[in-house]
């Protein structure tokens, strides 16, 4: 989305594109925190402003696709309600996650929730850091799970 065009946007302003995002789902359900990657289906995501329509972000698939001469086909505008969830802020390797993921059920467990994993209701990680620039052991990554009562 440019400022530099002439297709005028209701409301834009200028803004910093927020970091990347990623859902993560299982086609069947996992309540724990020993999640299976090579089981695991996932999406990219960029958050858009509130000010940017459905109808702006395909102007600009439009012209992007013009202009690049590259397939578009998959990227969408996409929402979701994500939920009841617990998040915590993960420092260190996304290897490192599963430990992270624990303390995460831990908490849940002792408010009464479980984890609930399911493709309507994904994992998700804000990644703060970029990995090509920080260090390892200094990335930050949000990791918020959606969670139910339990039984």
Not at 81 to 94: F, L, R, T
Not at 103 to 126: D, V
Request: net charge positive.
């Amino acid at each position: 989305m440019s400022y530099k065009s002439d297709y005028k946007i209701e409301g834009f302003f200028n803004y910093v594109v927020p970091p990347l995002e990623g859902l993560w789902c299982s086609e069947k359900e996992q309540e724990n925190s020993k999640l299976e990657k090579e089981k695991l289906s996932w999406i990219s995501l960029i958050r858009l402003p509130d000010f940017i329509k459905k109808e702006d972000f395909e102007w600009a698939i439009k012209v992007a696709t013009d202009k690049k001469k590259k397939d578009f086909s998959k990227v969408e505008f996409f929402t979701y309600k994500e939920g009841i969830c617990v998040q915590c802020v993960h420092i260190g390797s996304y290897d490192d996650e599963p430990k992270t993921i624990s303390s995460m059920e831990e908490y849940a467990r002792k408010k009464g929730y479980i984890f609930n994993i399911t493709e309507k209701t994904p994992h998700h990680e804000i990644y703060l850091s970029d990995p090509r620039k920080v260090d390892v052991s200094k990335m930050k990554t949000i990791i918020r799970y959606p969670i139910k009562k339990l039984k």
